[in-house]
T-cell receptor, first 114, second 115 residues
């Protein structure tokens, strides 16, 4: 079985500041890891994913995440927050070789302060 | 291409009533998934269709929930009778293939409120 823990249900950053959203996972098999974003009144949109290969993955809108097996982490970062980044972010995991039965974290709402 | 569409966007019903949610996946997507987010909690998997067949319905909460995908196109999720704890946002997603490299496309969700 796999699980995902997101630290902090709400995170506030100033515009232009570093964004760091934390995610730790638990999986008995090599995981595939994802970050999704949900803007108000919209569906979930894939930001980035890690399957195999390079552990630093880049996604849309300047976001990136690094898979650290030793720390079982997949934290999401962006060097400089923009007002348009205000949304809810979900870390997620699926088993490698499986279909898209996704296990999601509880979500982190990002507030960007002007 | 049109995205995944869900109808209605909001539904408010009384306890004991019946509600049917509909999902139209992206054309050509054989894989269709239902997920649910109860207020403040994580988004949880409900079930997975491949075409018209249920591949995995391990996440369905109980027998008050019935999902169908007749003809392998759109899907419906019926809750009968609805209970207070069924309130939440129901998401539908579709993908062309079943594997992890086939992107999931989510609809905007149906917000169900049971009073």
């Amino acid at each position: 079985a796999q699980s995902v823990t997101q630290l902090g249900s709400h995170v506030s950053v100033s515009e232009g500041a570093l964004v760091l959203l934390r995610c730790n996972y638990s999986s008995s098999v090599p995981p595939y890891l994802f970050w999704y974003v949900q803007y108000p009144n919209q569906g979930l949109q894939l930001l980035l994913k890690y399957t195999t290969g390079a552990t630093l993955v880049k996604g849309i809108n300047g976001f990136e995440a690094e898979f650290k097996k030793s720390e079982t982490s997949f934290h999401l970062t962006k060097p400089s927050a923009h007002m348009s980044d205000a949304a809810e972010y979900f870390c997620a995991v699926i088993r490698s070789g499986g279909y898209q039965k996704v296990t999601f974290g509880t979500g982190t709402k990002l507030q960007v302060i002007p | 291409e049109a995205g995944v569409t869900q109808f209605p966007s909001h539904s408010v019903i009384e306890k004991g009533q019946t509600v049917t949610l509909r999902c139209d996946p992206i054309s050509g997507h054989d894989n269709l998934y239902w997920y649910r987010r109860v207020m403040g909690k994580e988004i949880k998997f409900l079930l997975h269709f491949v075409k018209e067949s249920k591949q995995d319905e391990s996440g369905m909460p109980n027998n008050r929930f019935l999902a169908e995908r007749t003809g392998g196109t759109y899907s419906t999720l019926k809750v009968q009778p609805a209970e207070l704890e069924d309130s939440g946002v129901y998401f539908c997603a579709s993908s062309q293939l079943g594997g992890e490299n086939s992107p999931l496309h989510f609809g905007n969700g149906t917000r169900l409120t049971v009073t």
